[in-house]
């Protein structure tokens, strides 16, 4: 029965996704200035091999990657850090998770010509920005899960005698783990938004970079490419967090 | 005990006076009006809270802060720690007791066994239901083998039938044992069932009003329920708690009425 189910969703994924390629193959097959904007898939296909062969796949793929890794690190280390010290007290969250909220309610993307400014038109200002963004929802969550851990566990752990770091180790973190991750994730996802749009603002290299410069050209069969590897990375980088996400809730 | 609150208004005197002497191996209840402070006073005797005067020894050691390897504290609510399974919470009981050793798993599954919840050891808290739950949390609480036990209202969340077979339960495993008990209720029955003392408070601020007690030896049969002498008690208590439950009730109206 669920199986059967399962199988249904899928095909109509499958179809759904069938149905969008069959409409472009077929728009492009009328002529009009539409072919100007949307080229035939197969010319697509074809960029992305040039692309793929002639390196510049992944001397992009690198910078963007290693920017949004190492943007991550950064915004994730920094949020927990922060959110756990926070939540420690709760003066301190009184205090700073309104301004932490209030700040990123504000578009920082506003802000991005300062992060250039600061930290040049290289990867630096892509990793700067991306750590900056993501750092909050990271921090936001940390707090949340921390300061909401049941005051029930830990006079229960108290009562047993549990000292300060089995406290944490064995309540604090188990408590907290779910609602942490959930920022991780969020946090994630703004990474690469941050990074790649960033790029695409300003930048010298990374996929972001040569998506934008293919549109300024107007070399729209190569902007489509770059667009494709985009939507590749994506998938294949959600997958793998959510591969990582699985195994630390297993622990 | 004085709950100083955060101006006057919310100021809380909770415990007022309040004398017991409890002996090794007794098995006490605390009985009284809901809001007498008979938590406050349980947590007071675990060194979960401090008290404002006064002074509380066990063993002879004055109590200040939780002694995990002579008190065991057993709570109103399941305190299983859901993100382990049920054998892990035992462990970490002993763990955080500083007591895990070698044959910790052979414990947890005798006081597992002796509650008829072995089967259940590998399971996680969310998977059984509050009164399986509250049952291994018993057994955790005797597993630890500290030699007092205090236990605040442990099934006040369960069913009466269920209630009825853990107390017996709870009688003849304690029979057996030799701990210290208090015990907060707030049924009489329950009170009288498994008591050597009944203790009953008064409304707030909580004072001892009466101390009765319940000579019938351990463990008790469910027949010793219908017996006049447990009758006996029984009315005695209602009569006893009657007074201070509508002093309770009538103090709640005036604050009521005051907040209108
Ligand atoms: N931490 C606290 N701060 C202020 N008042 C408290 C606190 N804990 C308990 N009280 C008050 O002390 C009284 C006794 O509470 P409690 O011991 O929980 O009663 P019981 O367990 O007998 O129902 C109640 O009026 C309660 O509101
Ligand atoms: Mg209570």
Redesign the interface.
């Given at each position: 029965m669920i199986a059967q189910d399962k199988l249904v969703i899928r095909t109509i994924q499958v179809g759904v996704l069938v149905a969008l390629f069959g409409a472009w193959f077929i728009a492009t097959r009328a002529g009009g200035t539409l072919k100007l904007f949307l080229p035939a898939p197969e010319l697509v296909w074809r960029e992305m091999g040039v692309l793929a062969r002639s390196g510049q796949l992944w001397a992009s793929l690198s910078v963007t990657i290693s920017s949004i890794v190492k943007a991550y690190m950064i915004a994730a280390v920094a949020g927990i850090a922060v959110g756990f010290v926070l939540a420690r007290s709760r003066t301190l969250v009184r205090l700073f998770e309104p301004v932490l909220s209030g700040m990123f309610a504000v578009p920082l993307t506003m802000f991005f010509p300062l992060f250039v400014l600061f930290f040049g038109i290289g990867p630096d200002s892509k990793v700067a920005y991306g750590a900056t963004y993501a750092f909050f929802p990271i921090a936001l969550n940390t707090i949340a899960a921390f300061s909401n851990v049941d005051d029930l566990y830990l006079r229960a752990s108290r009562a047993m005698g549990a000292s300060s770091w089995q406290q944490f180790r064995y309540v604090y973190m188990p408590a907290a783990l779910p609602v942490t991750l959930t920022g991780l994730r969020i946090g994630f996802f703004i990474c690469i938004a941050s990074v790649l749009g960033g790029e695409t603002l300003a930048a010298t290299a990374g996929v972001g970079r040569a998506t934008a410069l293919a549109a300024e050209l107007m070399e729209t069969a190569r902007l489509y490419a770059w667009i494709a590897f985009v939507v590749c990375m994506s998938v294949m980088l959600n997958l793998l967090a959510l591969a990582v996400e699985t195994r630390s809730e297993r622990e | 005990m004085d709950f100083p609150g955060r101006d006057a208004s919310q100021r809380v005197i909770a415990l007022d006076d309040v004398s017991l002497d409890i002996r090794k191996g007794e098995f006490v209840c605390l009985l009284g009006p809901s809001g007498c402070g008979k938590s406050t006073l349980l947590n007071i005797i675990?060194g979960?809270l401090e008290q404002t005067s006064g002074t509380v020894t066990v063993n002879g050691t004055p109590v200040s802060s939780?002694?995990?390897?002579e008190?065991?504290?057993v709570?109103q609510?399941s305190?299983l720690?859901p993100?382990?399974t049920v054998l892990e919470n035992f462990r970490?009981?002993l763990?955080?007791?500083?007591t895990e050793d070698a044959g910790w798993r052979d414990r947890a599954m005798q006081s597992l066994t002796a509650v008829g919840m072995e089967q259940f050891a590998s399971h996680y808290p969310k998977q059984l239901s509050v009164g399986m739950k509250q049952r291994i949390n018993l057994a955790r609480g005797i597993c630890?083998g500290s030699e007092v036990m205090l236990l605040d209202e442990p099934f006040a969340a369960l069913d009466e039938q269920t209630r009825m077979v853990l107390g017996e339960d709870l009688s003849i495993l304690l029979a057996r044992r030799g701990k210290t008990i208090v015990f907060v209720t707030h049924s009489l029955a329950e009170a009288v069932f498994l008591a050597d003392r009944i203790v009953v408070m008064t409304a707030r601020p909580g004072k001892v009003k009466a101390s009765i007690e319940v000579p019938e030896a351990h463990p008790r049969s469910p027949d010793f329920m219908l017996t006049d002498a447990f009758q006996d008690i029984r009315k005695e208590l209602y009569g006893l708690l009657r007074d201070e439950i509508r002093q309770t009730v009538a103090a709640m109206r005036q604050a009521r009425d005051a907040q209108a």
């Open positions: - | 675990g979960m939780p002694r995990p390897n008190i065991a504290y709570f609510e305190t720690f993100w382990f970490l009981a763990k955080f007791r500083g630890v």
